[in-house]
């Protein structure tokens, strides 16, 4: 198993851009989430999926970051501009039964916005 | 909403003493507790879980402790090794997913 894949690892883009973080679930696993962490702030939850809807968004920062789970096997995480306080490690995980049982974590994705 | 404080933010031990890392929570509907080690550049990953119908569970080195009552429970790490030096989160999980504690940065010294 090749685990939670995201790309890309890092990405450095400038302010305004559009940035687009990629994620492959563990095949099976029907929980998706996207975390956010930083040094002041820890791990946040930016939003879960199960069976590809979204159940609780209540943690993304504004409008303008947005997500998606078009099928099981991938999501992505938008942040349209972006600005530089979004720069962050940005982490995807899965579970295979939900919300309350073990998440496997991606290896993150590095956003530095200049 | 669910709000878990975890303590001491920094913990440096020598190899072989114990490690105790703690926290609270606050929602009673929690009832999952796992705990993550990340190490440097990496995700982070469970090492060791409870459930609130359980006080206490062991895997080898590392064990658990939940006190339901008073909302709180704790990572134990006997006979510490180099190895286990990370950064270890603690985490909760009321109706919605896993709300974890700010972390503690664990060192062991040889």
């Known amino acids: 198993d090749a685990g939670v894949i995201q790309s890309p690892r890092h990405e450095v883009t400038e302010m305004g851009q559009e940035v687009t973080l990629r994620c492959k679930p563990i095949s099976g696993h029907n929980s998706l989430f996207w975390y956010r962490q930083t040094m002041m702030r820890g791990l946040e939850l930016l939003i879960y999926f199960n069976n590809n809807v979204p159940i609780d968004d209540s943690g993304m920062p504004e409008d303008r970051f947005s997500a998606k789970m078009p099928n099981a096997s991938f999501s992505t995480l938008k942040i349209?501009?972006?600005e530089p306080r979004d720069s962050a490690v940005y982490f995807c995980a899965s579970s295979a039964q939900g919300p309350r049982y073990g998440y496997t974590f991606g290896s993150g994705t590095r956003l530095t916005v200049v | 909403g669910e709000n878990v404080e975890q303590h001491p933010s920094t913990l440096s031990v020598q190899e072989g003493d114990s490690a105790v890392i703690k926290c609270t929570y606050s929602d009673s509907a929690s009832n999952y507790f796992p705990w993550y080690k990340q190490e440097l550049g990496k995700g982070p990953q469970l090492i060791i879980d409870i459930r609130s119908n359980v006080g206490e569970k062991k895997d080898q080195r590392i064990a658990v402790t939940l006190n339901k009552t008073a909302k709180h429970f704790s990572l134990?790490?006997?006979?510490?090794?180099?190895?286990?030096?990370?950064?270890?989160?603690?985490?909760?999980?009321?109706e919605t997913a896993l709300i974890f504690g700010k972390g503690t940065t664990l060192s062991v010294s040889s």
Do not use: K
Request: contains cysteine; charged residues 15%.
């Open chain 1, 80 to 82: 349209q501009p972006s």
């Open chain 2, 76 to 94: 134990h790490i006997t006979e510490t090794q180099p190895e286990d030096s990370a950064v270890y989160f603690c985490a909760a999980s009321p």
